[in-house]
């Protein structure tokens, strides 16, 4: 990296350097994101409490959220509008690669350009991390990198360690025309911008995640064919309940090549599935087309006679029984539910490269889309298990102490970092981005779903309250009403030009809230969190972060339906002022700063604030601007990101005023400040409910 095309703060060519005064956090150069892409740019940065840079797509127009259907839709022949429509599911689990890493350049997304990132203490951002004197922000590299990812405790929560645990070049990304194949499916498709892994470690725990709901405590690769396992796993809640599935991957070893499960086929290590001689012995486990062991494709590695190279005779080899299931006259077709596992050398794990990834994506697209009645009737889940220890910026959910199943020793089980998710099918074609928090678990929900939609309810006893309340269950990013079949053409080479604003967030039926009460009497500050809409059950993982006055630390909080969780601020132990954010999912921040004026002391403004969210298609924040002391307040709202403008009002002592906050397809992001001398400041950031 050069400074013609810095990324960075300072000028050392590894990423490092100084960070400037009161540093703005990373921000992608136009020319960066031209070369990327070629989207058009926005570079202005907004004063104040902003973090990252603009994203390039804000200035142009972004059509109304959520799947909206023309007057003249009409469905395509053979369809219902309804989950009756989905006929098979596919999951693609690739390995090791964050969300910043590929999407950290793409619009519309929580990338590199998000301005309610974590926020250090020091004014830096979580864009900025700390490598002793210096700062190191992610940087463009087509190199593949490996990192140790065992179980990470991301220094507490505070995710401010990445560099000294993890290594400088952990902060690289891809140009998205570096990962052309997944670049496209992401804007062809529904990309899901706050997917987690469900461990902050490496691959085995989170793939047990996707196959059993749990790890069942499990947090470090070891057991894949042990046969040692025995909770509960998916595949026989599927077969109990007579759904059929099968897990596609090619069994000559489980090494490192273009051949083999790179032991990626986890539910081998479980006494019903390990090729034991019992298992193998039992004609109902091994019976083609329905026995466990062979549904498992767990019988004992063998050569299967595939080259071992990057060959499309290797590719249609290893995907054989994939390709034979999707033909039209196939003796065993596509089940309901198919798991497909790679080979290391197609797998996406550094330093298997995400070309040969694309390469292998491609192939399972274009199988599915040569049977024109599959394409029309299948769900493709492409996601992966772990970051790899790799760089990404957003806090992921974090248990409460104490949380059941959710704990090894001090640090979480879940959730971990963030990775890649887009779903490919007609009804979730479009270009679309979804917010909503997910993990593995959500994959196998979203099965449960559907499987109880269709009268066979396949359901999972191991996935815990906690995170069937923090992840949804997929369905808030699809929309069975509005099917779009054609097919989608494929480059490994390039990837199409689309126009800014390409990507349209997807509406959800709950937001989350936050706002302050001070105790003038007592001498405490409090934020008071809450959830509003969603199913029932839903809740949402809040962060808070002292911003000065007190040490640096992550305090997590479960927000539930129905009840107020809260923070409270003990100001007599910091000379009367207070400062602290709170950071929860798809951009939501609070941020109050100040100092509380004892009660009876009314001769000066005292400033008071009430923010109310009204959900709707026409959301808006309406803001009360209150006086309780005798002299006026000036009040200044300055919109960070979004709609608002700025604006100044006078409040005279005893006095309120209310202004109506505009959103951006729900989103808002306003800091509103007060001229008491007080350092008086509130943030209000997120979306509200637009359905």
């Known amino acids: 990296m050069s400074t013609e095309d810095p990324g960075y703060i300072g000028a050392a060519g590894d990423g490092e350097g100084r960070a400037s005064a009161g540093g703005s956090g990373f921000r992608p150069t136009r020319r960066r994101v031209l070369k990327g892409l070629g989207f058009a740019a926005g570079a202005a940065a907004v004063g104040g409490v902003a973090v990252g840079g603009a994203d390039p797509a804000a200035a142009a127009p972004v059509k109304s959220p959520g799947p909206l259907p023309s007057a003249d839709y009409v469905l395509p022949e053979g369809f219902t509008g309804t989950l009756a429509d ?3 599911v596919v999951i693609l689990m690739q390995e090791n690669r964050p969300f910043d890493q590929y999407f950290g350049q793409l619009p519309g997304v929580r990338g590199h350009y998000d301005k309610q990132a974590l926020r250090f203490q020091d004014g830096t951002t979580v864009f900025q991390q700390p490598n002793g004197s210096k700062v190191v922000t992610p940087f463009h590299s087509a190199s593949n990198y490996g990192f140790d990812h065992n179980l990470y405790g991301a220094n507490g929560g505070r995710w401010n360690t990445w560099v000294p645990d993890k290594g400088s ?4 990304y891809y140009y998205l025309n570096e990962v052309p194949v997944h670049a496209t499916l992401a804007q062809e498709f529904t990309v899901c911008d706050m997917s987690f892994c469900s461990v902050p470690g490496p691959t085995t725990p989170n793939r047990l995640f996707l196959w059993t ?21 998916y595949p026989e809640a599927m077969q109990a309940a007579g759904v059929s599935w099968r897990i596609y991957v090619d069994n000559t070893n489980n090494g490192d090549s273009w051949v083999g499960d790179y032991t990626d086929n986890p539910i081998r290590g479980f006494a019903a599935f390990t090729p034991s001689s019992a298992n193998l012995n039992d004609p109902i486990k091994t019976a083609p087309g329905t026995g466990l062991v062979w549904r498992a494709n767990s019988f004992p590695y ?13 590719l249609v080899g290893v995907l054989r029984e994939f390709i034979a299931a999707c033909r039209p006259d196939a003796q065993y077709p596509l089940p309901d539910v198919s798991y497909i596992v790679a080979p290391y050398a197609w797998s996406e794990h550094p330093a298997a490269g995400p070309g040969d990834g694309g390469r292998f994506v491609k192939k399972v697209i274009d ?9 029309k009737s299948t769900l493709l889940i492409i996601t992966y298990d772990e970051n790899d220890g790799a760089f990404d910026h957003v806090l992921p959910p974090r248990p409460e102490p104490g949380e059941p199943a959710e704990w090894a020793g001090s640090t979480p089980i879940g959730y971990g970092p963030r990775v890649p998710m887009i779903l490919v099918s007609p009804w979730t074609r479009g270009g679309w981005v979804n917010s909503e928090v997910f993990d593995h678990t959500s994959v196998v929900r979203f099965l449960e779903t559907w499987t109880a939609y269709r009268g066979t309810p396949a359901m999972s006893t191991t996935i815990s309250g906690w995170r069937r309340g923090i992840s949804g269950d997929l369905t808030s990013a699809i929309d069975f009403t509005r099917p779009i079949v054609k097919p989608l053409t494929l480059s490994t080479s390039s990837v199409p030009t689309y126009p800014a604003g390409q990507l349209k967030p997807l509406p959800l039926p709950f937001h989350g809230h936050g706002v302050l009460v001070e105790d003038r009497v007592n001498g405490t500050v409090r934020a008071d969190l809450s959830i509003h809409g969603g199913a029932s059950g839903k809740t949402l993982s809040m962060q808070v972060f002292p911003d000065k006055y007190q040490a640096f630390a992550n305090t997590a909080i479960t927000v539930g339906q129905g009840a107020t969780k809260s923070y409270t601020w003990d100001v007599t132990r910091t000379d009367g002022k207070y400062a602290f954010s709170v950071y929860g999912h798809d951009g939501f921040v609070r941020s109050f700063a100040g100092q509380v004026v004892p009660a009876g002391q009314n001769n000066i403004g005292i400033p008071r604030v009430d923010v109310d969210l009204v959900a ?11 006086n309780d002391g005798s002299q006026s307040v000036r009040y200044s709202l300055t919109a960070n990101d979004y709609l608002g403008g700025n604006q100044t009002l006078r409040v005279a002592g005893g006095k309120s005023t209310v202004v109506e906050w505009p959103t951006k397809n729900g989103y808002y992001d306003v800091i509103i400040t007060a001229d008491t001398g007080t350092g008086w400041t509130q943030r209000y950031a997120g979306r509200v409910a637009t359905i």
């Open 86 to 88: 989905l006929k098979h």
């Open 169 to 172: 070049n952990s902060l690289h």
């Open 213 to 233: 709901g749990t790890s069942n405590g499990v947090t470090n690769n070891g057991g894949e064919s042990s046969g040692n396992r025995a909770w509960p796993t």
């Open 302 to 314: 063998a050569s299967t006679g595939v080259p071992n190279n990057n060959s499309d005779t290797n």
């Open 367 to 375: 199988t599915l889309q040569a049977n024109e009645e599959l394409w």
């Open 616 to 626: 709707g298609s026409a959301a808006t924040v309406k803001i009360t601007l209150r």
